[in-house]
């Protein structure tokens, strides 16, 4: 495939891949409902997994090899207060619902995870983390050093650190 025609597929912001992969694991939760299968859900979540880090922008890499985790548990919380609604106990029915949840979903929200970071690394994973730590260090405050050749031990802050700004001139009689 040439540059140029993998260029012009399509593409994801960072939110519209998270979008997709919450909407891949609650459509997996719909079908578990439906269907019986608890692994439904886990094999959506990879299956969105796999296609939000495939389709994100490269500049968005590091935004969304963050999220499946939190994506995970949105989902299960979405789905298990839709579930406990009909429940004679909703919250005993919701409580126990996010452990099943969470509990029987590790393998799956791990193994997502972990392809969402081996898909970013390949895509330029790097890339994004270097020209973030080059963004923190332009924007990081200078620090005052303390003047060379005193030898007294002491070093005192610059002129002018602790004092408040002053804007404009003072007036005359003031």
């Known amino acids: 495939m040439s540059e140029r025609s993998r260029a012009s597929g399509i593409r994801l912001t960072a939110r519209g891949a998270v979008a997709s992969m919450l909407v891949f694991t609650l459509a997996g939760s719909v079908l578990h409902t439906l269907l019986g299968p608890s692994a439904l859900v886990g094999a959506a979540f990879v299956a969105g997994c796999v296609a939000a880090a495939s389709l994100v922008n490269p500049r968005d890499l590091l935004s969304l090899v963050v999220s499946p985790p939190l994506i995970f548990f949105i989902a299960a919380l979405i789905a ?28 799956w929200l791990f193994a997502g995870t972990a392809l969402v970071l081996v898909i970013a690394w390949r895509r330029g994973l790097t890339r994004c983390v ?45």
């Open 80 to 107: 298990e207060a839709v579930r406990s609604l009909s429940a004679a106990s909703p919250v005993q029915a919701f409580g126990l619902g996010m452990f099943t949840a969470m509990s029987g979903g590790a393998p």
């Open 130 to 174: 270097r020209e973030l730590r080059e963004e923190v260090r332009a924007d990081a405050p200078g620090v005052p050093r303390p003047r060379v050749g005193d030898d007294s031990g002491f070093a005192p802050e610059p002129e002018g650190y602790f004092e408040p700004r002053i804007y404009g001139t003072p007036r005359e009689g003031q």
